[in-house]
């Protein structure tokens, strides 16, 4: 669906046709929310189907400030300098690289801890603390991060499928009704049976959609680096 046809289906379930009383404003606003939890559900089944990457070069650094750091790209990825498409919303993995290309050659991985004192017990690791990574070790390498970013989605727009999980765009539809219903004291009730129904659905295409991952069986092993 593009996203005008979304925003369509949306007014159709609000049934609210007078747009004085309930604007296209307030409609994209809803929605922005319910992309957000559509992503959010998405990302927790397969990290990688809405991921960007991001590049960033260090010398001898033990930690990288994401608000007041460009990456290659000359984006920011926290603070107000941020633009919204471009802004974190959860960190998925972090690699040193061989080069500032999603072909490079990963030549490590770090790994989270749950604070900064962990960084000195764990090697190759890192620790998200506000706007600024901390690593376990001065680090001079070309760092990827890659990472859950925000949305800058224009509802009026026609032409184009918002994102490629067409068949089950009509979610956003239904988390902007739970959100409206919510603010209009509404029962949701049959709206939340439906999104636990799609939500179903999305859960067993997005795991099945590659259908030989299934059998694939990983081999590990340990080196001075990382798990291969």
């Avoid at 559900?41 to 397969?46: E, K």
């Avoid at 072909?103 to 790994?111: D, E, K, Q």
């Avoid at 009704?177 to 439906?194: L, N, V």
């Amino acid at each position: 669906m593009t996203p005008s046809e979304i925003r369509t289906y949306f007014r159709e379930l609000v049934d609210e046709p007078d747009e004085t009383f309930f604007t296209n404003e307030q409609a994209d606003r809803y929605l922005n929310i319910a992309y957000g939890q559509f992503r959010r559900a998405v990302q927790n089944i397969d990290p990688l189907i809405y991921a960007s990457t991001a590049y960033f070069t260090l010398s001898s650094s033990r930690e990288l400030d994401l608000a007041t750091t460009q990456d290659s790209a000359g984006n920011y990825l926290l603070g107000n300098s941020a633009a919204t498409d471009k802004r974190l919303m959860q960190l998925v993995s972090l690699e040193a690289v061989d080069s500032a290309s999603d072909t490079a050659a990963v030549l490590y991985s770090f790994s989270p801890v749950s604070s900064a004192a962990a960084l000195t017990a764990t090697r190759f690791s890192y620790s998200l603390r506000g706007t600024k990574l901390l690593f376990s070790g001065d680090t001079s390498e070309t760092m990827r991060i890659t990472y859950l970013p925000g949305t800058n989605v224009t509802w009026s727009g026609g032409t184009n499928q918002l994102d490629d999980l067409t068949m089950f765009h009509d979610m956003i539809a239904l988390y902007a009704y739970a959100q409206y219903a919510m603010r209009d004291g509404a029962d949701s009730g049959p709206i939340q049976r439906q999104i636990g129904q799609r939500f179903a659905a999305l859960t067993e295409y997005v795991q099945g959609r590659n259908l030989e991952s299934a059998s694939y069986v990983a081999q590990v092993g340990w080196d001075d680096f990382a798990w291969r």
